[in-house]
């Protein structure tokens, strides 16, 4: 059968030689494809700049359907979906800005020092917390705003919890 080749892009899979890789890669599909995937990481401002650009698709006013879908020239979102677009564009603004009643924002660095001088204190120390960990505990409004701005992060990636992880003692690994 010999080794095949996966595109990623169009999730699809075909004998690897030279001639069928070169046909795939310059093909329309996999333009499309790839095209979509990377408009899916687009922001908000990218996507109401481009749809402001475009005309309306008459075909999506009148049936509600276009045969071209996502690669129709033509805009297929109405003034109210433009609009609440705006919204949540001045919604992230705002949130960037720190205009949401927050303390000031802090850079990622401070954030991790001070947690390890707190986790160096509360080991030293054992159960006891000195005056700077009473004043600052660890709440949400206390991680930085980059931390928070990212959406869908997976786990190993989210800030700690207030407390910290559990660790067990005895933990067997593997």
Known sequence: MGKRYYCDYCDRSFQDNMHNRKKHLNGVQ???????WFDHFRDSAAILYDEQAK????KFLQKGICGFGPNCRFSHMS????TNLKMQIEDE???????WGRTPERSIEDWLTRREKKRVALGSKGVQKDKEDDEGSQTESDIPLQLLSIPN?????????????????NTEWG
């Open 30 to 36: 996999h333009h499309r494809a790839k095209k979509a």
């Open 55 to 58: 005309k309306p698709c008459r």
């Open 79 to 82: 003034e109210e979906d433009l």
């Open 93 to 99: 603004r705002q949130h960037r800005d720190g205009r």
């Open 153 to 169: 992060l997976p786990p190993s990636l989210l800030p700690p919890p207030p407390d910290g992880w559990k660790v067990r003692l």
